[in-house]
Antibody, heavy 117, light 112 residues
Framework: QIQLVQSGPELKKPGESVKISCKAS????????MHWVKQAPGKGLKWMGW????????TYADDFKGRFVFSLEASASTANLQISNLKNEDTATYFC??????????WGQGVMVTVSS | DVLMTQTPVSLPVSLGGQVSISCRSS???????????LHWYLQKPGQSPQLLIY???NRFSGVPDRFSGSGSGTDFTLKISRVEPEDLGVYYC?????????FGGGTKLELK
């Protein structure tokens, strides 16, 4: 069955970096793009961008240009999200989600990233 | 950016009842390829969102026919009939016609 399994929760200090992973199984990883979605505590969903899992090319929404990097370990069917120079407002749950022709049919369980001094 | 406005924000319902959620976009969601990329998700407490309806009116695999989507252009509706306990949570619409993709603010379906 199709699964997206994300890495565990992270507690970081402002200015530090974090890398979270999303391991896919049950399908051919390079056939479907992967998206990233942010959800701040008690808030709604915000689309961050996506990565072409065949070419490795990332596309970022404007609010996520600069400190955010999408990458792949295609041999391991894994997509990664790295956030550098963490700020308090980066505290959120980050989801990966598979692109199904313009929508998201499968989601990871989410990774809670807490930024606190 | 395309603004997605969902109403109501909170929707009290009795089990077995019927409800409708509205999602309006600030511009037409008809893509140049002729498709309309408007989708609906349910996020149950403590869970990841799950796809209910894709491209306005297509139920995703395993979604009961109590859920139906309709609409066109800028005005879309999700209807839920015979509401069951597992339907409670926050509903979001998503447009993926225009960059950047944008979600509605959410509608919380809760028991009266």
């Amino acid at each position: 069955q199709i699964q997206l399994v994300q890495s565990g929760p992270e507690l970081k200090k402002p200015g530090e970096s974090v890398k979270i992973s999303c391991k896919a199984s049950g399908y051919t990883f390079t056939d479907y793009a992967m998206h990233w979605v942010k959800q701040a505590p008690g808030k709604g969903l915000k689309w961050m961008g996506w990565i072409n899992t065949y070419t490795g090319k990332p596309t970022y929404a404007d609010d996520f240009k600069g400190r955010f990097v999408f990458s792949l370990e295609a041999s391991a069917s894994t997509a990664n999200l790295q956030i550098s120079n963490l700020k308090n407002e980066d505290t959120a749950t980050y989801f990966c989600a598979r692109d199904y022709g313009g929508d998201f049919d499968y989601w990871g369980q989410g990774v809670m990233v807490t930024v606190s001094s | 950016d395309v603004l997605m406005t969902q109403t109501p924000v909170s929707l009290p319902v009795s089990l077995g009842g019927q409800v409708s959620i509205s999602c309006r976009s600030s511009q037409s969601l008809v893509h140049s390829d002729g498709n309309t990329y408007l989708h609906w998700y349910l996020q149950k407490p403590g869970q990841s969102p799950q796809l209910l309806i894709y491209r306005v009116s297509n139920r995703f695999s395993g979604v009961p026919d109590r859920f139906s989507g309709s609409g066109s252009g800028t005005d879309f509706t999700l209807k839920i009939s015979r509401v069951e306990p597992e339907d409670l949570g926050v509903y979001y619409c998503l447009q993926s016609t225009h960059f950047p993709w944008t979600f509605g603010g959410g509608t919380k379906l809760e028991l009266k």
